[in-house]
């Protein structure tokens, strides 16, 4: 057998082409955002990344193995700021839009995560999907089972991942044994912290699911207990469809807007993620960015639901922090490859451009901002997480076919976006332990 690619334990080095971000594309002239390495090299220890450069300039210490990736790139590893892993058995449940989805397909599915064997089986499952798929880090909903989330920590507990996760709160518009109530599901939030919050790689999320389902006692508990516990995370929903933008002006008549009513609370921040952020006027963008609240895009999502089209660029120029989302199970795959093709296909809906350093940011160092963790992941740099995916640009026949036609760099994660998913993906590395390891015999 000829060409076995093997990635030993730590440390180790890998040596290779690579892809990364010299700086917020958004902000950098064009062509100066995106970082390429011909021939570099990455060296992994203790979870970090010690050394990423030019092999010529960047030292292999002693007794470190290297693997040679031939034809592959190195990336860092993929992050997903919005995804909610109860929904896995709902993808592809069509028909219909947001508020109808929910009832039908979302809340009758997530009320079979009671049962704790289903849970166990399913964060096992979408443990093993976010690896496969090369998303090292990502910000997850559970059901309103408490015990959704630590199945989740659990199932994630040693392998690597860097994951956000709180149970949802909803205590109201759901069918007949979902809800929690107003107090109970912020005290079952708040035990989930003490449990896994800064454990390893692990952090909590207070989860609003969204304010059509949260009663106002609900939100106030929900905001006191986010306060009460600095360097949480909240989540959220905001400004996803028509439908549901009229439900929370309804709901909620004194606010001036979907966002004024989260600011009611003392719901924006930092590290306050919002997931879609659609309908949203001049006035919210600026809000949200003064805040420091960042938005979440989920393009695959929108497109499936009709929910509209994300104006990154609107969203950009108002200074506000995004990241890219799968959005599962409204969202069509865990593939955050896929998922910038689709950020892509929707801002030519819109009739603008996204480059590919500006989809491989908002997949990497522009969603480790949106979540407050720059300095910790998002790119190849030495102190950073050991998050990296390494892509086969020769996966598939057709993904050959194309990647072998690409002039440069750019025009090769251009490929690799559009044509490329989790077959694309060869092996995987989160915060040093290697996830996924494909071996073959492709040279
Ligand atoms: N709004 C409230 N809950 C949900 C959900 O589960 N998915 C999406 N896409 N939007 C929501
Ligand atoms: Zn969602």
Same mark, same amino acid.
């Given at each position: 057998?000829? /060409?076995?690619y093997?990635?030993?334990?730590?440390?180790?080095?890998?040596?290779?082409?690579?892809?990364f971000?010299?700086?917020?594309?958004?902000?950098?002239? #064009?062509?100066?955002?995106?970082?390429?390495?011909?021939d570099?090299?990455?060296?992994?220890?203790h979870?970090?990344?010690?050394?990423f450069g030019?092999?010529a300039?960047? *030292?292999?210490?002693?007794?470190?193995?290297e693997?040679?990736?031939?034809?592959?790139?190195?990336?860092?590893? *993929?992050?997903?700021?919005?995804?909610?892993?109860?929904? *896995?058995?709902?993808?592809?449940?069509?028909?219909?839009?947001?508020?109808?989805?929910?009832?039908?397909?979302?809340?009758?599915?997530?009320?079979?995560?009671?049962d #704790?064997?289903v849970?166990?089986?399913?964060?096992?499952?979408?443990?093993?999907?976010?690896?496969?798929?090369?998303?090292?880090?990502?910000?997850v909903? /559970?059901?309103?089972?408490?015990h959704?989330?630590?199945?989740?920590?659990?199932?994630?507990?040693?392998?690597?991942?860097?994951?956000?996760?709180?149970k949802?709160?909803?205590?109201?518009n759901?069918?007949p044994? *979902?809800?929690?109530?107003?107090?109970?599901?912020?005290?079952?939030t708040e035990?989930l912290?003490?449990?896994w919050h800064?454990?390893?790689?692990?952090?909590c999320?207070?989860t609003?699911?969204?304010?059509?389902?949260?009663?106002?006692?609900?939100?106030?508990?929900a905001? &006191?207990?986010?306060?009460?516990?600095? /360097?949480?995370?909240?989540?959220?929903?905001?400004?996803?469809?028509?439908?549901?933008?009229?439900?929370?002006?309804?709901?909620?008549?004194?606010?001036?807007?979907?966002?004024?009513?989260?600011?009611?609370?003392?719901?924006l921040?930092?590290?306050?993620?919002?997931?879609?952020?659609?309908?949203?006027?001049?006035?919210?963008?600026?809000?949200?960015a003064?805040?420091?609240?960042a938005?979440?895009?989920?393009?695959?999502s929108?497109?499936f639901?009709g929910?509209?089209?994300?104006?990154?660029?609107?969203?950009?120029?108002?200074?506000?922090a995004v990241?890219?989302?799968?959005?599962?199970g409204?969202?069509?795959?865990?593939?955050?490859?896929?998922t910038?093709?689709a950020?892509?296909?929707?801002?030519?809906?819109?009739?603008?451009?996204?480059?590919?350093?500006?989809?491989?940011?908002?997949a990497t160092?522009?969603?480790?901002?949106?979540?407050?963790?720059?300095?910790?992941? /998002?790119?190849?740099?030495?102190?950073?997480?050991? &998050?990296?995916?390494?892509?086969?640009?020769?996966?598939?026949?057709?993904?050959a076919?194309?990647?072998?036609r690409?002039?440069?760099a750019?025009?090769?994660?251009?490929?690799?976006?559009t044509?490329?998913?989790?077959?694309?993906?060869?092996?995987?590395?989160?915060?040093?332990h290697?996830?996924?390891?494909?071996?073959?015999?492709?040279g």
């Amino acid at each position: 057998m000829r /060409g076995v690619y093997m990635i030993t334990p730590e440390p180790f080095a890998l040596r290779g082409q690579a892809a990364f971000l010299r700086r917020d594309p958004f902000l950098a002239a #064009p062509g100066e955002a995106l970082g390429w390495e011909s021939d570099a090299r990455l060296v992994v220890r203790h979870g970090r990344i010690e050394a990423f450069g030019p092999a010529a300039h960047t *030292l292999l210490p002693a007794g470190v193995p290297e693997t040679p990736l031939g034809h592959r790139v190195v990336l860092p590893g *993929l992050i997903d700021c919005h995804v909610h892993y109860p929904q *896995l058995g709902v993808m592809g449940a069509m028909g219909h839009s947001l508020l109808p989805w929910l009832e039908r397909y979302t809340f009758p599915a997530e009320r079979e995560l009671a049962d #704790p064997t289903v849970v166990h089986a399913l964060a096992r499952h979408f443990v093993a999907e976010l690896a496969r798929n090369g998303t090292t880090t990502a910000a997850v909903y /559970g059901s309103v089972h408490a015990h959704s989330a630590d199945a989740l920590f659990e199932a994630a507990q040693g392998s690597g991942l860097q994951l956000i996760a709180g149970k949802s709160l909803m205590d109201r518009n759901a069918p007949p044994g *979902l809800p929690d109530d107003a107090r109970g599901g912020c005290a079952e939030t708040e035990a989930l912290i003490g449990r896994w919050h800064g454990r390893g790689r692990f952090g909590c999320a207070v989860t609003v699911r969204f304010l059509g389902t949260s009663s106002p006692a609900q939100i106030e508990a929900a905001a &006191d207990l986010w306060r009460r516990h600095p /360097g949480t995370w909240l989540q959220s929903h905001l400004a996803e469809d028509r439908d549901e933008l009229a439900l929370i002006a309804r709901l909620f008549p004194d606010a001036r807007d979907y966002t004024d009513a989260f600011d009611r609370f003392g719901l924006l921040g930092r590290r306050a993620v919002f997931g879609h952020g659609i309908h949203l006027s001049d006035r919210e963008r600026a809000r949200l960015a003064e805040a420091g609240a960042a938005l979440a895009h989920c393009p695959t999502s929108n497109l499936f639901l009709g929910s509209g089209l994300f104006d990154a660029a609107a969203a950009r120029a108002a200074g506000v922090a995004v990241g890219l989302a799968s959005d599962v199970g409204a969202g069509t795959t865990l593939s955050m490859l896929a998922t910038m093709g689709a950020a892509y296909q929707v801002a030519r809906l819109r009739g603008a451009l996204l480059s590919p350093a500006y989809l491989l940011w908002l997949a990497t160092a522009g969603a480790a901002r949106a979540l407050d963790m720059t300095g910790r992941t /998002g790119n190849l740099a030495a102190g950073l997480g050991a &998050d990296v995916v390494v892509l086969d640009p020769r996966a598939t026949p057709l993904l050959a076919l194309r990647s072998a036609r690409a002039r440069d760099a750019g025009e090769l994660l251009r490929v690799l976006m559009t044509c490329g998913d989790d077959r694309a993906v060869h092996s995987v590395v989160a915060g040093g332990h290697v996830a996924r390891v494909c071996m073959d015999s492709s040279g």
